[in-house]
């Protein structure tokens, strides 16, 4: 079982939480099953992160004329935009994050993914040329 621990307060509120879980269990005379989970959720430091890392990626990609191509609404034509750190989160990060892991949302991501899917989309661009940023250590 893996915990973030902070400070004393934080010791003191957890073992205060399996005591009172201990006593009412022993009271109630029924088995007891504690599942310890390893696949901790992405952290707010992770997804502060992911926003970063995407506008990052956005910038590098418009500064280097690389547009986002769609095509338009207009006609047969397409549409070259600036890339935003929306469109690198829903467009590129998202889907492959789906491919990868079959996870839809980012929300939904361990403390692992976040980095192992920026790696591979920068892996992908070094491979035509465009070196893009590295996932963020610090907010």
């Not at 099953?33 to 959720?41: C, M």
């Not at 920026?118 to 040329?129: D, F, L, V």
Request: glycine letters at 6%; one cysteine or more; aromatic letters at 6%.
């Amino acid at each position: 079982m893996q915990a973030e621990v902070h400070d004393h307060s934080d010791i003191d509120k957890i073992m205060r939480g399996f005591d009172e879980f201990s006593t009412q269990a022993l009271k109630s005379n029924k088995p007891v099953y504690i599942k310890y989970g390893t696949d901790r959720g992405m952290t707010s430091a992770q997804r502060g992160s992911l926003h970063v890392w995407c506008q990052m990626v956005a910038d590098t990609l418009n500064d280097a004329g690389l547009p986002c191509v769609m095509d338009s609404i207009l006609g047969k034509d397409s549409i070259e935009i600036d890339w935003t750190m929306q469109m690198i989160k829903d467009m590129q990060y998202k889907r492959l994050l789906k491919a990868m892991t079959g996870k839809v949302s980012s929300e939904h991501q361990n403390t692992v993914e976040p980095s192992k899917v920026a790696e591979t989309i920068i892996r992908k661009y070094s491979e035509h040329g465009v070196v893009l940023p590295a996932w963020p250590s610090k907010r």
